[in-house]
């Protein structure tokens, strides 16, 4: 079995009908990443298995909301944490329920009214906004950490960049979508109605002074944000995925520079070049 320093990922970048995608640790059959070697690019899939992994890794993607917003969603198997990369204009995202409807309307007939303005808005008989004025609308900013629990509906507004995180599994049932759908037909209203949570509230983590700070914590894995200072260390542990915010990175012979990904298929340690922010997801 290969055991290596930490590899800098390649990204795939997926064009959407919002903006752009790029998966930097991603195996689909619409891309797939690649990771840096000493041999050249290999694709992600096959370095997995060189070093016997049998399941993906975390997904670390970056989302650039250019064009429009994204699906209004909700996901019953996949966690997914956003950390807000810029924000060009306004930065908000939708996320749960609006509170004062929700406790006006009551849960039965607040679904009722979803599932309604839903239809009407797939059938074409009435506008997105329909939909979305249930949702909750939430102020970002840069730096931002949002945790989006399972069934929790969703949507990053236009604008919005973030650097994501999730549960390497495709599954989503899309309650509303202001783009075209290109992934499946139609929508999911019925379906993505009765599997909200309604209970939950925004999870939100602003950027701190320094240190290490454990910025999120789901079901099946957690990310923590490294303020390093200049030549100091900092270990990730096997299977780790990492996103360097800014400054430069070093793991022996390896460098990893601002605004590139790296995995870790072994633990090790990684040494500040320059004062750096580095985001690491670790699997629990």
């Known amino acids: 079995m290969v055991a290596e320093d ?15 995608e790029a ?37 670390l993607k970056a989302l650039q909301a250019t064009r429009g917003n994204l699906y209004l969603e909700v996901h019953e198997s996949k966690s997914e944490v956003y950390v807000v990369d810029r924000i060009d ?6 996320f749960g329920p609006r509170p004062e409807v929700l406790d006006r309307m009551g849960e039965a007939a607040f679904r009722a009214a979803v ?9 074409g008989e009435a506008a997105i906004e329909a939909v979305q004025s249930f949702m909750n609308p939430v102020e970002l900013h840069a730096g931002d950490a949002v945790t989006i629990p399972l069934r929790v509906p969703h949507s990053l507004l236009k604008g919005v960049h973030v650097i994501e995180f999730q ?16 992934t499946q037909q139609g929508w999911d209203v019925d379906a993505a109605v009765a599997a909200m949570d309604l209970s939950v509230e925004p999870i939100i983590s602003s950027p701190d002074e320094g240190g290490v700070s454990a910025i999120a914590r789901t079901a099946d894995f957690t990310v923590a944000r490294h ?32 605004r590139t990904a790296f ?20 699997e629990t």
Do not use: D, N
């Not at 390497?168 to 759908?181: D, G, H, M, N, W």
């Open 23 to 59: 998966w930097y640790s991603g195996v689909e059959a619409r891309g797939e990443s690649g990771v840096c070697t000493t041999a050249g690019v290999e694709p992600l899939s096959q370095y997995l298995v060189e070093r016997g992994r049998t399941k993906p890794v975390i997904l």
């Open 167 to 182: 549960t390497p599994v495709f599954e989503r049932k899309i309650l509303a979508a202001s783009q075209p759908v290109v």
């Open 227 to 258: 303020r390093v200072p200049k030549r100091s260390a900092f270990g990730v542990t096997p299977w780790s995925v990492g996103w360097v915010v800014r400054g430069a990175l070093r793991c022996r012979e390896h460098r990893f520079q601002a």
């Open 115 to 123: 599932r309604e303005a839903a239809g009407e808005a797939e059938a």
């Open 6 to 20: 930490p590899s800098t990922l390649q990204p795939v970048t997926v064009a959407k009908p919002w903006g752009r």
């Open 263 to 282: 995995l870790a298929p072994v633990a090790a340690e990684m040494r500040a070049e320059a004062e750096a922010e580095v985001l690491v997801a670790t």
């Open 89 to 94: 204009g306004t930065g908000r995202m939708l």
